[in-house]
């Protein structure tokens, strides 16, 4: 060390320079002679840590690393983009773990750990934010990258890759190259490459030895898998916000705290089969499923539906315990209902440019548009029309449910839970709680509402708090996840337009038929192989259709037993997957002669009687699934 001479300037030719590009570190003596303008530069033979050693030095006596003057961009001219576009599985699976909320909730805790508890759960958030606010996945055919220095690409030094990552000001894009094979060897490779450019983006602040569990935390599928793996390596969970939908649900799962705020308070809203919804039970807020809704009913605060909340049977219960999530949409320009009133309109920020409002859940048609209440209304009077004409419907009501509807009338209305309305809110509010002291003083013997008095009053001071509570939760939520989510249960949990399980019951139809043209054949293993294809993709159909991705499960028997609690009408699956395979079909036995003892091989071992049955359980299943994707 004592030859190595400080640099005085970047143009002093006797000045040290470190090859600390990764794809230059074996050839930092030849680039020279590869490149005439970097002739008489003095490079330092790279070895593994000599980095972090050297930054060690005295700050005068550190030599310049290569990366301080050189660029390393995709070549752009030999890019061949792959043509699966968004239907590539290969960088779709990358897609779903790199942007997912449980990945970025294990980054935080490993962040977190490594500065041994110095980084805020803030700060480490709004590193993650700064790296993955906006990530873009491109996947490419062919890939190649080369250096560039002062604004030129260096000759002769393309090289081929596998993974580069480009950061930008906000954000950063992810450049794989194409594979076909989704083998766990070709996953994993990936992701050692991956978790290095990720530790390089984070500023290296992850130590050497939890790399390999940054690597571990990409494989995880949601939040349990994370805080699995985080326990596995004595990672200690200290993320403050603490969600578990980062996927849907089960019906019957409590919905946590973070999300109550999303619940409408509108009873008026209309409920369509197989909606995902809120229950509210033992001052509890529950997820749960639509199933039907039961006749009968007299007045719109009447109306009673069966739900799925995860027990062997529906329940049946009254449409003031059942809620919907809002969705945050963008406020149209032309009809701004949410600004304050007078001639100087407010100017929104980007941020507060949104306004909480219903949407169905993905093919959910209302009854009718006339009653399907998504907004709030357009003006205080208009307001005033909704709460009176609410109350006088309300007010008839047995006094249990006409309690529980009072408080959602006074929730939906709480300025704390109108933050982006707050005016239109505010004096809507005040004319509620008038009117429902009104209706609540003792009326003259002929008075409509005579017998109904109850004094709600008494009710407000711990509706407020709820109300205050909400909020609350609301604003911990955008701290702890921004840049990651916007509040909004549907994009957070979001749901594959229908389409796409339409697509994939195509498909399933198509090899159904392909699997008919096999029968009688003397190739019943490939009729029965058939068969399977087309049972596995109608299963994948419903999971899109429920959960908007395609399901962890392996086997056909799993993920019809995960199906079958989508829907009553989908209840029997496993027990026509079981008789299918009783029949024969499985996606090996089928094919690979090392499923039967030597020297059978497929061809032979299978019934040809069992075609035709096989085929028409398979048809019966692809019927109950196509019924209830459309």
């Known amino acids: 060390m004592s030859e190595i001479k400080p640099p005085t300037s970047r143009d002093d030719e006797s000045s040290l320079t470190l090859s600390d590009v990764r794809k230059l570190f074996s050839d930092c003596y030849i680039l020279p002679v590869l490149c005439p303008r970097l002739n008489n530069k003095h490079f330092l033979q790279t070895m593994k840590h000599m980095s972090s050693l050297l930054q060690l030095l005295p700050q005068k006596f550190q030599p310049k690393m290569l ?192 999300w109550h705020d999303c ?85 929104l920020k980007p941020e507060e440019n949104t306004c909480m409002e219903l949407e169905p859940l993905t093919g959910a048609v209302p009854h009718s548009s006339e009653l399907s209440t998504n907004s709030l209304p357009a003006s205080v009077e208009e307001a005033k029309r909704e709460i009176d004409k609410c109350l006088a419907e309300i007010w008839r009501l047995p006094e249990e449910e006409r309690h529980k509807a009072i ?35 003792p009326k003259a013997a002929g008075s409509t509402f005579s017998s109904r008095n109850t004094y709600f009053r008494g009710f407000y001071e711990e509706w407020n708090q709820e109300a205050r509570y909400h909020r609350n939760t609301r604003e ?16 957070h949990n979001e749901n594959v337009p229908r389409e796409e399980a339409r697509r994939w019951c195509r498909q399933a139809r198509c090899d159904l038929n392909a699997a008919h043209k096999d029968t009688g054949g003397g190739s019943t293993e490939w009729c029965l192989f058939k068969v399977h294809q087309a049972v596995e993709k109608s299963l994948i159909a419903a999971c899109y259709k429920r959960n908007g991705q395609r399901p962890n499960s392996s086997s056909i028997s799993a993920t019809a037993a995960q199906v079958s609690r989508y829907s009553l009408q989908l209840r029997d699956l496993p027990e026509i997957v079981k008789n299918l395979q009783t029949l024969g079909v499985d996606p090996k036995k089928t094919q690979y002669p090392n ?17 035709m049955l096989a085929l028409n359980k398979a048809s019966e299943l692809l019927n109950k699934i196509e019924a209830y994707v459309n």
């Not at 529906?314 to 809002?326: H, N, R, T, W």
């Not at 911990?476 to 994009?491: I, L």
């Open 476 to 491: 911990r939520f955008s701290r702890g996840y921004r840049g990651f989510h916007s509040y909004n249960f549907w994009t």
């Open 67 to 258: 990366s301080e003057f050189t660029e390393e961009r995709v070549v752009e001219s030999k890019m061949q983009l792959c043509e699966l576009g968004t239907g590539c599985e290969f960088s779709g699976w990358f897609a779903k773990h790199l942007s997912s909320g449980a990945f970025k909730y294990g980054l935080i805790c490993l962040i977190r750990e490594n500065s041994q508890g110095k980084i805020t759960q803030e700060d480490a958030s709004k590193m993650c934010e700064k790296t993955f606010g906006s990530i873009q996945i491109l996947c490419c055919k062919t890939l190649e990258t080369t250096l560039w220095l002062d604004k030129q690409p260096l000759p002769k030094t393309d090289e081929e890759t596998d993974v580069f990552v480009e950061r930008e000001q906000q954000g950063c894009t992810f450049y794989l190259k194409h594979n076909d094979d989704m083998a766990l060897k070709v996953i994993n490779e990936v992701i050692m490459t991956l978790t290095k450019e990720i530790n390089v983006l984070l500023g290296n602040r992850i130590a050497s030895g939890h790399l390999p569990v940054l690597g571990q935390l990409l494989m995880c599928d949601d939040l349990q898998d994370v805080r699995k793996t985080l326990a596995k390596n004595q990672i200690r969970d200290s993320a403050e916000t603490e969600s578990s939908s980062f996927s849907p649900a089960a019906p019957g799962t409590e919905i946590p705290e973070e």
């Open 407 to 441: 408080k959602r009338l006074y929730l939906r209305w709480h300025p704390d839970k109108n933050l982006d309305c707050q005016s239109l809110a505010s004096e809507a509010f005040k004319y509620l709680q008038n009117q429902i002291d009104e209706l609540s003083k």
């Open 263 to 347: 619940l409408d308070m509108n009873v008026l809203n209309n409920f369509e089969e197989e909606e995902y919804v809120g229950y509210s039970i033992d001052d509890k807020y529950i997820y749960a499923v639509i199933v039907e809704e039961l006749p009968g009913h007299n007045g719109r605060y009447s109306w009673r539906y069966k739900i799925d909340i995860g027990e062997d049977e529906p329940i049946e219960v009254s449409c003031v315990d059942l809620f919907q999530f809002k969705r945050e949409k963008k406020v149209k320009t032309e009809r701004r209902k949410c600004m304050e009133p007078g001639p100087q309109k407010k100017t």
């Open 595 to 611: 499923c039967h003892p030597y020297p059978h091989i497929p061809n032979g071992q299978f019934r040809s009687e069992n075609e």
